[in-house]
């Protein structure tokens, strides 16, 4: 009888023959293996459907713990709310856990996706409208009153359908202020704040300082993805324009957009003004350059300016506003919704979830936590109310800005929405293509994800 | 046979430890960084020693997170990760090396399939696996779906197969068996690679940073790694905290480095039969 | 002569013998496949085939869309073009690695004393020991434009500094300059491994019958080394196919997406997108192409047996 396995030769032509026993039991244990396997997978499928069961309400009778979920930016501010709170409550125990922004997207998804969702959660407004149009928030009672309180934009992406599902913490404004150095304007003579886009762009390019064919310093620089996106879109709007069609697409090629598209390229083509060199650059934001010196005059959002207080420790910069493109036409912008709280449908304990965010929403609470974390408030008494304004001088800019701002509308993925105009934007400066077709490019790639989002 | 030491040699000995100590140059910006304070690292004009050496990252991640609870918490997951993927790789190479039966081929490329995957596309569904059984938040979520290396079957298939197989004959023929064979044979003739994988998968184990934050919620419950991510906020970088955090990660990894290298460089002079 | 007698007690004692290896085999595989099924292949049967459906985690309703998703993919142009980055990563960097790598674990091999030979092996497997994101960190700080450590070595060396990150033709290579210090420890020690498994006694006689160095290599190391190499080279094939961290942190896909390789585009799409099918698709994709690739190697290697 020939041997199993004496070599490589005799194995290939003799292995059915040799260990047919044994490959019939393997043979059996696999096959048993496959069909556990794809048995569970079926199950699996079929179960993954069931996500609408709501969860009996439950009268919590005994002291209750609820599991609230924040940004780790805000760490402080959400700790000593949640103390706050458990110490004027003896029923309810508020558990608070923060996580780092790029890990928290995935992990409240696959939260809510295993029904292991936290009972309160602080989230970003724009991430919420997939969450509310599966019903796993639940709808805010006493929504008209909340409604009333807040700016706008704060509460449009907590809406939908006409129903508010979460309640603003700020306002997210990403326009009508600019990071400059007054003392770089004195020393060249010139007017500060400029007061006309005509001015800036003057401006920028006497403050400009290169060496050889790097940037020393920006005139005025706007090269991150927020900050493109909103310069655009306040753009159009201040045209007196909207970049949304009725049906709910966006709306890229009118003669108003290309001429905001434009401007902006010409920012860097034609005015020279600043370059895309450290787009690539994922640890460094333009706030950064200019906090090292490295821009006269840098647009970005207000939550900069803490950035620049406490990181960089700087004294010496102020935060101006921007002038309308239109003279003579308000500052209007859009803005989306930003931090805010909502309550999971998942809960068993709606009644001291709700009674949480009302603390939260209390007025000296909510103007506690904007001061904490530098962040502009969505509630309209606070914004308006001088001795807040007071407390944080530099954030007047945007403070007087308020008013102007628009709901961004409901683009279902914002990310998206500024990377499509990000990278186009690149491509349009590089000349790899015309305005006009880039922004179209833009619009269909933006309108097919919508379609996505909608059927 | 006398051997001269050829100019040959000298320049690639010589070139060998150039080319070594480079590799350790982001190291010691990684370390001269963590002993400088956030501003001074965002500075326009840092240099590349601190001007002011502080400890204030490290007093950062020490303080303001249980680091070594988290310590404790990788300790555990980690090695009992390593001790069951050595062990089942070890096992499950050997008879995929030695062993004919009909699923083989069939089994074997489905384990090399199954490193082919991208995470993103498995996290959500092993996410609600782990779910099912309900272990989200506790720290067998982190060991139970990684007891099995693909990388460690395959690893130790390869080096398993040139074993001869009259070793494994000649012990049969005394009556030996088959697990005894597999512990006093073939495992002691593999211990350099053993070694090897046991650094690869401690150190795979103990850097795992995503899906231990996915899946656990309680922070007294989760792993050292996590310390790398914590402090940034979508704002706020603190450099020098990540720096820290960095070389406070990397110190029991080293430890484990180089207890285990003294296992390798056993394992490889102890290489009986060659 | 007991011929008859002989012949059923020998296979007596093999059927005994076959029993004992199925058991064995029955024993300990099953549960090991077991458990490997449940975290390993149901998750990813799974996740391909999400790829019919339109599906988001959050979802109630997951519309099947049969094989839409994957004509998606052969009219979205970014897909294509991470697709395309990804094999321009693939075909540089894996030869780069293979090629350094052994030659490193050569030289290595070659020092004669053993406390130069550890330390020369513990330096060049350090940079694995970082976790890949706090690298990746370090060296997007390197490459910095201003202040970075090699245009400040560039400037002193008065050449101008080159945008590592910013031109994309560059972006690339410096992700897989990074790529290759954090890996190369790994093949390094797997070949140093793989090198001293080669029984001395084939150089002795090679070396009796007068042959040189050259000859050595190509005669007798490479062959022998064959079955290390097929393995190196499939795994760090299937790895790089699958490299994601270090172009997240250190680009996430900039300038211009000439970094955007087809895992970072499914992680986007998966959480930023929250288009899971859609992700599935793409990484049903990259798996079938990455397995095809690796049967091809197996194939390969395989026929080029020689021991």
Redo the contacts between chains.
């Keep these: 009888m020939i041997r199993c396995g004496r070599g490589l030769k005799m194995q290939k032509k003799h292995t059915a023959s040799c260990s047919s026993q044994l490959a019939r039991i393997a043979h059996t244990a696999f096959a048993t293996f496959a069909v556990v396997a794809m048995a569970l997978i079926v199950t699996s499928f079929a179960a993954a459907g069931g996500q609408t069961e709501v969860t009996k309400p439950a009268v919590p009778s005994g002291p209750v713990t609820l599991t609230w979920w924040g940004d780790s930016d805000f760490e402080d501010a959400n700790m000593q709310i949640a103390d706050g709170f458990n110490n004027a409550n003896q029923n309810i125990t508020i558990k608070y856990q923060g996580f780092p922004y790029d890990a928290y997207i995935p992990k409240l998804q696959a939260a809510f996706a295993a029904r292991q969702a936290p009972d309160a959660a602080q989230v970003f407004g724009s991430w919420m409208p997939n969450y509310e149009k599966n019903g796993l928030l639940a709808a805010i009672p006493n929504a008209q009153e909340y409604q009333n309180r807040f700016y706008a934009p704060t509460t449009a992406g907590y809406t939908y359908k006409g129903v508010l599902y979460g309640l603003p913490h700020e306002f997210n404004i990403e326009n009508g202020g600019v990071l400059t150095y007054p003392a770089m304007f004195k020393a060249k003579g010139l007017a500060y704040p400029p007061k006309s886009w005509d001015e800036i762009v003057k401006d920028g390019q006497a403050l400009t300082v290169m060496s050889g064919n790097l940037f020393k310093v920006r005139g005025f620089d706007f090269i991150n993805t927020d900050s493109v996106m909103f310069l655009f879109l306040a753009n159009i709007l201040q045209q007196g324009a909207t970049y949304w069609t009725s049906d709910g697409h966006v709306n890229f090629t009118s003669p108003q957009a290309v001429k905001a598209m434009q401007f902006e390229v010409d920012l860097i083509n034609k005015y020279h003004l600043t370059d895309l060199s450290e787009v690539a650059n994922t640890d460094i934001d333009s706030s950064d350059t200019f906090f090292k010196g490295g821009a006269a005059m840098s647009m970005r959002g207000p939550w900069v300016i803490a950035v620049g207080q406490q990181q960089y420790k700087l004294t010496d910069f102020g935060y101006a506003p921007l002038p309308s493109f239109v003279p003579g036409n308000p500052p209007s912008f859009a803005a989306e919704s930003g931090w805010g709280e909502v309550v999971a449908t998942q809960t068993k304990y709606k009644e001291a979830a709700w009674k949480f965010l009302d603390y939260m929403m209390s007025k000296p609470i909510e103007e506690q936590f904007n001061l904490a974390t530098y962040t502009v408030p969505a509630d309209k008494a606070i914004a308006q109310d001088p001795a807040f304004a007071e407390k944080v001088p530099l954030m007047k800019t945007s403070l007087n800005m308020l008013q102007y701002g628009r709901p961004l509308g409901l683009v279902w993925d914002r990310d998206f929405l500024s990377n499509a105009i990000y990278e186009g934007y690149q491509t349009m400066v590089a000349k790899k293509e015309t305005v006009e077709e880039g922004l179209k490019k833009i619009q269909d790639s933006v309108n097919t994800m919508i379609d996505q989002h909608t059927n | 046979m006398r ?1 001269r030491l050829s100019v040959g ?1 000298a320049a ?2 010589a ?3 150039i ?3 480079m ?5 010691l ?2 370390v001269l ?1 963590s002993l400088k304070s ?2 001074e690292i ?3 004009h ?1 240099t590349i020693l601190p001007r002011h050496p502080t400890l204030a990252g490290f007093n950062m991640v020490l303080t303001q997170a249980p680091f070594f609870r988290w310590l404790w918490n990788s300790l555990i997951t980690s090695t009992i990760i390593t001790a069951v993927t050595l062990f ?1 790789s070890a ?2 190479g050997y ?1 995929f090396a ?7 081929k ?2 074997f ?21 782990v ?2 059984m309900g272990i ?2 506790h720290l067998s979520s982190i060991v ?2 990684s ?2 290396s ?2 460690g079957i ?2 130790c298939r ?2 398993i ?2 074993l001869p ?1 009259d070793l494994l004959e000649a012990a ?1 023929i005394d009556g030996a ?3 005894r064979i ?1 512990a006093a044979i073939v495992v002691p003739q593999i211990r ?2 053993m070694s ?1 994988l046991g ?2 998968t401690f ?1 795979a184990a103990w ?1 795992n ?2 899906w231990p ?3 656990l ?3 007294d419950r989760m792993t050292v ?1 996590l310390a ?10 603190n450099w020098n905290v ?2 820290s ?2 070389v406070l ?2 110190v029991p ?2 430890v484990v ?1 180089f207890i285990f ?1 003294k296992q390798f ?1 056993k394992g ?1 002079t102890l ?1 009986g039969l ?1 | 002569m007991h011929h008859g007698a002989a012949w059923t007690s020998e296979k007596r004692k093999r059927s005994v013998q076959k029993r004992r290896e199925t058991r064995f085999v029955v024993v300990w595989l099953t549960p090991i496949m077991v458990v490997f099924a449940l975290f390993s292949i149901l998750p990813v049967f799974w996740g391909i085939g999400l790829s019919f459906f339109n599906y988001s985690a959050l979802s109630v309703h997951n519309p099947f869309t049969g094989l839409a998703n994957y004509q998606r993919i052969l009219r979205d142009p970014l897909v294509l073009k991470a697709i395309g980055n990804t094999f321009q990563f693939v075909l540089i960097a894996v030869p780069a690695n293979l090629l350094s790598t052994l030659v490193i674990a050569m030289g290595v091999n070659a020092v004669r004393s053993r406390v130069l030979k550890n330390t020369l092996r513990t330096l060049f497997f350090l940079p694995t020991i970082a976790p890949v994101a706090g690298a990746a960190l370090i060296w997007s700080t390197m490459y910095n434009l201003n202040g970075g450590l090699f245009n400040e070595i560039l400037g002193f060396l008065s050449i101008g500094p080159i945008k590592w990150l910013g031109n994309p033709n560059i972006a690339m290579l410096s992700v897989i300059l990074t790529t290759l210090w954090a890996d190369v420890g790994y093949n390094i020690v797997i070949f140093m491994a793989g090198l001293d498994a080669i029984p001395d006694v084939f150089y002795e006689a090679a070396r009796m019958d007068g042959a040189r160095r050259w000859y050595l290599l190509r005669r007798v190391t490479l062959p022998l080394l064959s079955r290390t190499t097929l393995f190196v080279t499939v795994m760090t094939v299937i790895s790089y196919f699958q490299m994601f961290t270090q172009v997240q942190v250190m680009t996430n896909g900039d300038p211009q997406n000439a970094t955007r390789v087809l895992t970072l585009h499914i992680y986007t799409a998966a959480f930023q997108y929250m288009d899971m099918g859609y992700a599935s698709t793409m990484a049903t994709t990259l798996l079938v192409i990455t397995f095809v690739i690796s049967l091809v190697q197996l194939r390969i290697g395989r026929s080029r047996w020689e021991y």
């Design positions: 051997r040699y690639m000995v070139g060998l430890l080319l070594g100590l590799m350790v140059v982001p190291y910006w990684m960084s956030n501003a965002l500075s326009a840092s089942t096992i499950s008879i030695k062993f004919e039966f009909r699923a083989k069939v089994l490329f489905t384990l090399l399939a199954s490193m082919m995957v991208p995470f993103a596309v498995v996290m959500i569904p092993t996410y609600l696996i779910a099912r989200v938040d139970v779906p007891l099995i693909a990388f395959f690893l390869q080096f197969e040139s197989r049969r068996g088959e697990f597999f350099p690679v090897a650094i690869f150190m850097n940073y995503l934050l996915i899946v919620n309680d922070i790694p790398l991510v914590f402090f940034n906020g979508r704002h706020l970088q990540v720096m955090a960095g990660i990397m990894v080293l480095f290298q460089v490889l290489t060659k």
